[in-house]
């Protein structure tokens, strides 16, 4: 167990947390969305701008955790 | 198809980097070899002239700060991202002043830019929100334009460097403060930094408030740079699959998968501008709410 395997190997574990969170969040995301589009079509596009900035909110999370990864992985 | 020319491109630097190493490779150097085509480089290729070395100027010393100013790649890119966006507004205003009926590139510009007007700066800032449409407009083509020219065989998008990120972090930092101060009063606007709590919390509550205004900016600027980065990441990754495996019915397969997320960089190229300009007028805008929603109270 050296410290270099160890980085790897958190690097790999970090990058996977990261993305089953965010795919939960964005698949949450996406269901009300979907249900909101299926109650009232008409407000269908309103609902898919919102979901999409959403989406671009909850990934830059993301992404905060797959830059610390990439680090790791890197150095 | 740009994946193919993006093979072309990461094929010559790569088949180099290969010849370097010799024989069977490990996927820790072909990892490091992939990287250097992301990342920032003191050299630029261009298509048929081969590789164009950069002028390498020595670091200031700033004290303990060591300032690097040499020319590298991106710093090329936003030099040339600039020039594309001066010629585009300058020709799509010059375009619309001389007929009122808009056409051509003056019709594409005026759709984008009150795009931007009707959905993202009134909408948050209110009416006087147009006062800050030129500072705006101008993040949301300036980073359009850096992105896309990443998608480009051969180009490389600037906002992949994450100082450049933090420029334009430290400029909506700047802007949001300032359309605060100018809503808010300089008074209030240090009144709204204690938090509204007793004065004996204050020195807790004002650090804590200071490094709160960071926050936001910081965001901004990781949230952009690391989007632009991953996405190139995953291209130059799956391409290097190819040159793991050497084999031709794996390449036809990893294409496809890169054309496709070719398309998905795109999107992202167009959200990722379009989420650092709403989100810096939604913060500009709860300052100037903060201030009681009209601008014209200190200055």
Same mark, same amino acid.
Not at chain 2, 82 to 96: D, F, G, H, T
Not at chain 2, 169 to 187: E, H, K, T
Not at chain 2, 259 to 270: D, G, K, P, T, Y
């Given at each position: 167990?050296?410290?270099?395997?160890?980085?790897?190997?958190?690097?790999?574990?970090?990058?996977?947390?990261?993305?089953?969170?965010?795919?939960?969040?964005?698949?949450?995301?996406?269901?009300?969305?979907?249900?909101?589009?299926?109650?009232?079509?008409?407000?269908?596009?309103?609902?898919?701008?919102?979901?999409?900035?959403?989406?671009?909110?909850?990934?830059?999370?993301?992404?905060?955790?797959?830059?610390?990864?990439?680090?790791?992985?890197?150095? | 198809?740009?994946?193919?020319?993006?093979?072309?491109?990461?094929?010559?630097?790569?088949?180099?980097?290969?010849?370097?190493?010799?024989?069977?490779?490990?996927?820790?150097?072909?990892?490091?070899?992939?990287?250097?085509?992301?990342?920032?480089?003191?050299?630029?290729?261009?298509?048929?002239?081969?590789?164009?070395?950069?002028?390498?100027?020595?670091?200031?010393?700033?004290?303990?700060?060591?300032?690097?100013?040499?020319?590298?790649?991106?710093?090329?890119?936003?030099?040339?991202?600039?020039?594309?966006?001066?010629?585009?507004?300058?020709?799509?205003?010059?375009?619309?002043?001389?007929?009122?009926?808009?056409?051509?590139?003056?019709?594409?510009?005026?759709?984008?830019?009150?795009?931007?007007?009707?959905?993202?700066?009134?909408?948050?800032?209110?009416?006087?929100?147009?006062?800050?449409? &030129?500072?705006?407009?101008? =993040?949301?083509?300036?980073?359009?334009?850096?992105?896309?020219?990443?998608?480009?065989?051969?180009?490389?998008?600037? #906002?992949?460097?994450?100082?450049? =990120?933090?420029?334009?972090?430290?400029?909506?930092?700047?802007?949001?403060?300032?359309?605060?101060?100018?809503?808010?009063?300089?008074?209030?606007?240090?009144?709204?930094?204690?938090?509204?709590?007793?004065?004996?919390?204050?020195?807790?509550?004002?650090?804590?408030?200071?490094?709160?205004?960071?926050?936001?900016?910081?965001?901004?600027?990781?949230?952009?740079?690391?989007?632009? #980065?991953?996405?190139?990441?995953?291209?130059?990754?799956?391409?290097?699959?190819?040159?793991?495996?050497?084999?031709? &019915?794996?390449?036809?397969?990893?294409?496809?998968?890169?054309?496709?997320?070719?398309?998905?960089?795109?999107?992202?190229?167009?959200?990722?501008?379009?989420?650092?300009?709403?989100?810096?007028?939604?913060?500009?805008?709860?300052?100037?709410?903060?201030?009681?929603?009209?601008?014209?109270?200190?200055?």
């Amino acid at each position: 167990m050296e410290a270099i395997g160890l980085g790897y190997l958190a690097a790999g574990l970090g990058a996977a947390l990261t993305v089953i969170g965010a795919g939960l969040g964005i698949g949450k995301l996406a269901a009300a969305a979907m249900e909101a589009s299926g109650r009232q079509p008409e407000a269908a596009p309103a609902v898919r701008t919102s979901m999409i900035i959403a989406a671009a909110l909850i990934e830059g999370a993301t992404f905060f955790a797959l830059v610390i990864c990439i680090l790791l992985a890197i150095k | 198809m740009f994946s193919e020319k993006m093979l072309a491109s990461s094929d010559t630097s790569l088949a180099a980097g290969q010849g370097e190493h010799g024989g069977e490779q490990s996927a820790g150097e072909l990892f490091k070899e992939l990287f250097h085509h992301v990342e920032d480089r003191h050299e630029i290729d261009l298509p048929f002239f081969g590789h164009v070395e950069l002028p390498h100027f020595d670091p200031i010393q700033i004290g303990s700060f060591a300032l690097d100013i040499s020319i590298t790649k991106h710093v090329v890119f936003l030099w040339v991202a600039a020039a594309i966006l001066c010629v585009l507004a300058i020709v799509a205003a010059r375009k619309n002043k001389r007929s009122l009926v808009p056409s051509g590139l003056g019709n594409l510009m005026e759709i984008l830019v009150v795009f931007i007007r009707d959905e993202v700066a009134v909408p948050n800032m209110g009416q006087q929100g147009v006062r800050y449409l &030129p500072y705006l407009l101008t =993040t949301f083509f300036y980073i359009l334009i850096m992105n896309l020219l990443g998608l480009f065989p051969y180009g490389a998008s600037a #906002t992949g460097n994450v100082s450049v =990120t933090a420029g334009l972090a430290v400029i909506a930092f700047v802007m949001i403060q300032a359309s605060a101060i100018r809503a808010q009063g300089i008074g209030h606007y240090l009144a709204h930094l204690t938090g509204g709590v007793h004065w004996a919390l204050w020195i807790i509550m004002i650090p804590i408030e200071i490094l709160g205004l960071f926050t936001k900016p910081f965001a901004l600027c990781i949230r952009l740079f690391a989007n632009m #980065t991953g996405g190139h990441l995953v291209i130059v990754s799956l391409l290097g699959l190819i040159f793991i495996f050497k084999s031709y &019915p794996i390449a036809v397969t990893t294409i496809g998968f890169v054309v496709a997320i070719n398309f998905l960089e795109l999107f992202v190229a167009f959200l990722q501008a379009y989420v650092f300009t709403m989100l810096t007028s939604i913060f500009m805008g709860l300052g100037i709410q903060a201030g009681g929603g009209h601008e014209e109270h200190a200055h």
